[in-house]
């Protein structure tokens, strides 16, 4: 995980004024540019310079209805994926990493894509259509210490564009000795008797973190299957975050939601108001008069 304590900015650039067109994301201090497109103006993205740098670059979509991605690499990335173009079918949008000095050489790439492809498979919120492990080419010790520090860029910029193919499922024990506050210690409850269901979760930073052998409904049961949270909750099966046991799934593994609402509904299998669902651990207290009580104390 990026971490900078004096912050950091990030500036967006929609190229024609259109949120849902071509988008450039760069960094101060930070040597790498990234170019977002819909493959709708893929011939305008094509004729940029960067697009024939040297670089990595990823193709996002769908594949038989299930969102999938390509990584790849080129030393004229325009090239190559004018040639995805015509030999893939199922991508809609495509992003260009390079470097705004065109530095980067091809062990670089390679290294990078190698990488990527790692954190990707890893994390497992999104089926690669890579196939194999890339090979990671020989770097001397400060250039692959150079490249782990772009990658982290990279981790840092793709969530703000919505794309979270690399975010992985935070594991709270790191924290536990690092930050002695009350949003690492306190605990909250979810619990159905009538569904047997019992979850546990904690707030760590800006995460709602749900427990390892925490329960949740078996399948979703809302009709609203196109949400955003019922697409998680298909997500989270998939990717065996959700595993099943009798007629509940359990949390195989601890798992970072971005609010208590969605951790929620995810358990319950339906949309539900999480800041009034989850209660501090064998308190009569809510999450939401919790926080109103952390607030408060704030100086």
């Known amino acids: ?109 390679k290294y990078l894509e190698s990488r990527l492809v790692e954190e990707a498979n890893f994390a497992g919120r999104i089926p690669l259509q890579n196939g194999n492990q890339p090979n990671k080419p020989s770097l001397s010790e400060s250039s692959k210490s150079n490249m782990e520090t772009f990658l982290q860029y990279i981790f840092m910029v793709l969530p703000a564009l919505k794309i979270d193919i690399f975010s992985q499922k935070l594991n709270t024990k790191k924290y536990s000795n690092e930050n002695a506050n009350i949003e690492d210690v306190t605990k909250f409850e979810l619990n159905s008797k009538k569904y047997g269901i019992n979850a546990t979760a904690q707030q760590i930073q800006n995460e709602f973190i749900v427990l390892k052998g925490s329960s949740a409904r078996e399948t979703w049961i809302a009709k609203d299957v196109s949400s955003s949270y019922a697409k998680l909750h298909k997500e989270l099966i998939k990717t065996g975050v959700l595993i099943t046991q009798g007629t509940k799934r359990i949390f195989s593994s601890d798992y970072a939601f971005k609010s208590p609402s969605a951790a929620a509904a995810v358990v319950f299998g339906r949309a539900s108001n999480g800041r009034t669902a989850w209660k501090v651990e064998n308190q009569n207290i809510t999450y939401h008069k919790w926080d109103e009580i952390r607030l408060s104390a704030q100086p």
């Not at 260009?96 to 530095?103: C, V």
């Open 1 to 109: 995980m990026f971490i900078n304590n004096t912050g950091l900015s990030l500036e967006l650039h929609y190229i024609d004024g259109n949120p849902e067109g071509m988008l450039t994301a760069e960094v101060f201090n930070w040597t790498g540019h990234v170019l977002k497109t819909p493959r709708i103006q893929i011939s305008e993205a094509l004729n940029r310079r960067e697009a024939k740098y040297t670089g990595i670059y990823l193709l996002l979509g769908e594949c038989d209805g299930e969102t999938c991605a390509y990584i790849g690499e080129s030393e004229s990335i325009g090239d190559r994926i004018k040639s995805h173009d015509n030999n893939k079918d199922w991508w809609t949008d495509a992003i260009l990493i390079t470097s705004t000095a065109n530095n980067l050489h091809k062990a670089h790439i």
